[in-house]
């Protein structure tokens, strides 16, 4: 298959979204086409596609596919249609903000736009396919600054999947150890397995091999042990939302960055702005809680009794005081806080 240095997880194809199905790999490597926003709703909610940038993308062409079928001869009404569906494309998922984020985009895309109806719905399909190809060129530049921190033979230890496939491509805490490989640099890959589902073992793990980056998979709960062995130089993870007092991210993703700092082990995030939250702080964001059968069963096979509860936070938040740097498309954030977590956000929409 191609590699993941230029594959595209989500595309805009002639009136439907393209995506991987990514509840299907390792084992098999198969594509999705959406026709309608619904079918991009149930792809979003079933995690054929997961990872903030990739599920924000998604969204905006759920949009791009609500105007491309409409058949309404108004611009009011096609706004009609296109809130309505975002409204649905928004309940998929509750933490990743990239999802609102290219929502309110396309929206506003649609709403600014002054020409006829038709002119609203190429303004909408271009928005979404332009996010497409700016969430690209975002993680390059990630991959450019965090490719910075990295030094020859260093070991690298990441959560869940931050990479192409989490995004539309080259990934965002994968992107900085692609570019490094790219610079010559030999690094290898400690990937959590990331349980409830398994997205290190089953998506980082396939990511890399495939693209002969040296990866070894360990238990989460191995982390700790790793650290205090000396076996890792640093730690990059993902977010699915920063806020003003810390990050959202795969739950696992806390435990981690204690575990870092105990053994003075930078703990970096890499994140593009479309992640920034910084009108929110941590106590009004929802952690979705997901299906216990998750935590129950594993490839549907129950491991735990009958009759025991269960909890399934998807997400957890590390306070912004553990995380040494967050890597941007914009740049390095060193020591973040809430003044300059802020300060680089509102820098971006000024
Ligand atoms: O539940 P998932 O698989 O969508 O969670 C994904 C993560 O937590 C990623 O680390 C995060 O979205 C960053 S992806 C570039």
Known sequence: MEDFFTLRTVKWKKGAVLMIDQTRLPERISYIKCRTSGEVVKAIKDMVVRGAPAIGVAAAMGLALVAYRSKVKRKEGLLKELESASVKLGNTRPTAVNLMWALSKTLEAARESSGDVEAVKESVIQTAVRMADEDVAANLRIGEYGASLISDGDTILTHCNAGALATVGYGTALAPIRTAVKQGKRISVLADETRPRLQGAKLTAF??????????????????????????????????RVV???????????????AARYHRIPFYVAAPISTFDPLNSSSTVKIEERNSREVTHISNIRICPRNVDVINPAFDLTPLSLVDAIITDKGLLNYPDQDNVVRLARADTA
């Not at 693209?211 to 650290?227: F, H, L, S």
């Not at 205090?228 to 993902?238: D, E, N, P, S, T």
């Not at 739950?251 to 981690?256: F, H, P």
């Open 207 to 240: 990511e890399l091999s495939n693209d002969k980056i040296p990866v070894k998979v360990i238990t989460d709960g191995m982390a700790g042990y790793v650290m205090a062995k000396g076996l890792v130089q640093k730690v990059i993870v993902g977010a699915d």
């Open 244 to 258: 003003r007092d810390g990050v959202f991210n795969k739950i696992g993703t806390y435990s981690l960055a204690i």
